[in-house]
């Protein structure tokens, strides 16, 4: 069974730090899928990343980054320097090959003070 | 560009009344379909998920039901509503083969 922990409920910074959430996976196969959403306020899921378990390249897009590191099954992002606008719950998620399902982590809250 | 409609936004239905929500895809044929619930707290439950017209799969046993009358048509439905129906309903869509799946806007049930 797939497992997904972000164990950080709830991060609050003031703008301009940079903020690191943590995702642990958890899975049998050895081709899988991570990805990261954001949800604003608003409730809608954005899709953010979609990473296969083959490429551990680290990814950079703007003041976003994520970094992948199978050896210790995380799947980490990072927000530099951290705006208002990136206050929203972010969820790390994970699918395996041949699954047409996500299963989401509990999400972790961040909160972007002016 | 694809885009994904739900509605209706909010809804507040009595204990024991129908439920009927609806979620339509446009600019993509063949869609995987899927209905997700997110109570309060946050976590993300998968609820149905739909590979083609009439192909349902069930996630979780409950009070709830799914149905995929057309190619991008995807209906949740109940026949009488309980009390942890309440939830915030997301439904979603992906490309045959690929995994990420897109949302739409989420419609918000208070069960009262």
């Known amino acids: 069974a797939q497992k997904v922990t972000q164990a950080q409920t709830e991060i609050s910074v003031v703008e301009k730090e940079d903020v690191t959430l943590d995702c642990v996976y958890e899975?049998?196969?050895?081709?899988?899928?991570l990805f990261w959403y954001k949800q604003p306020p608003s409730g809608e899921l954005v899709f953010l990343i979609r990473?296969?378990?083959?490429?551990?390249q680290n990814e950079i897009s703007g003041r976003y980054s994520w970094n992948f590191q199978k050896s210790t099954s995380s799947f980490n992002f990072t927000i530099t320097a951290s705006q208002v606008v990136d206050s929203a719950v972010y969820f790390c998620?994970?699918?395996?090959?041949?699954?047409?399902?996500?299963?989401f982590g509990a999400g972790t809250t961040v909160t972007v003070r002016a | 560009s694809q885009t994904i409609h739900q509605w209706p936004a909010t809804l507040v239905q009595p204990v024991g009344s129908p439920l009927s929500l609806e979620c339509t895809v446009e600019?993509?044929?063949?869609?995987?379909l899927y209905w997700y619930r997110q109570a309060a707290g946050r976590g993300l439950q998968l609820l149905f998920y739909?590979?083609?017209?009439?192909?349902i799969s069930s996630e979780v046993p409950q009070n709830l039901s799914a149905s995929r009358p057309q190619d991008r048509q995807f209906i949740l439905s109940s026949k009488k509503l309980l009390l942890s129906d309440s939830g915030f309903y997301l439904c979603?869509?992906?490309?045959?083969?690929?995994?990420?799946?897109?949302f739409g806007q989420g419609t918000r049930l208070t069960v009262v």
């Open positions: 990473r296969n378990s083959f490429d551990e």
């Open positions: 739909s590979v083609g017209i009439g192909q």
């Open positions: 899975t049998r196969d050895t081709t899988y899928y």
């Open positions: 979603a869509w992906s490309v045959i083969g690929r995994t990420e799946a897109f």
């Open positions: 600019g993509t044929s063949n869609p995987n």
């Open positions: 998620a994970l699918s395996e090959a041949g699954d047409y399902k996500l299963s």
